[in-house]
């Protein structure tokens, strides 16, 4: 791929970033090794495209060859799934991967922050 994967269209969804793996981990409860904390992640992304400063995640077992052939940095997973992370790829351990994959995901794209009131222009029946 010529182009770095980015997850989600500038236009329509906010980012922040880079975090550390150490918050990362902190942040969705995950067991992480103590010496990967440091370690530093700019984005999400799946698996098929991420690369070593991203973070993917895996949780249905047929797609291990998917999480074994990654170059992610960093995959949160079941420990039952740790044995199929490659080397150079950091384990975040998790008994539900897909909630911590939800959390991730809203770390590098929070919601925009809401402006509360009424528009100029809005028309409101008394």
Request: with cysteine; aromatic share 8%; net charge negative.
């Amino acid at each position: 791929m010529s182009d770095h994967f980015t997850a989600g269209d500038q236009r329509f969804f906010a980012r922040s970033g880079p975090h550390s793996l150490g918050d990362i981990a902190a942040r969705i409860k995950a067991a992480l090794d103590d010496s990967a904390a440091e370690r530093w992640i700019r984005g999400v992304a799946p698996l098929q495209v991420a690369e070593h400063d991203q973070i993917s995640f895996l949780d249905n077992r047929k797609y291990a060859a998917q999480l074994a052939s990654s170059s992610a940095g960093a995959v949160i997973v079941h420990p039952a799934m740790q044995k199929h992370v490659p080397n150079g790829c950091v384990a975040l351990l998790m008994e539900n991967p897909y909630f911590g994959w939800a959390e991730v995901a809203g770390m590098f794209h929070p919601p925009y922050p809401t402006k509360p009131g009424c528009h100029p222009s809005a028309v409101i029946d008394p």
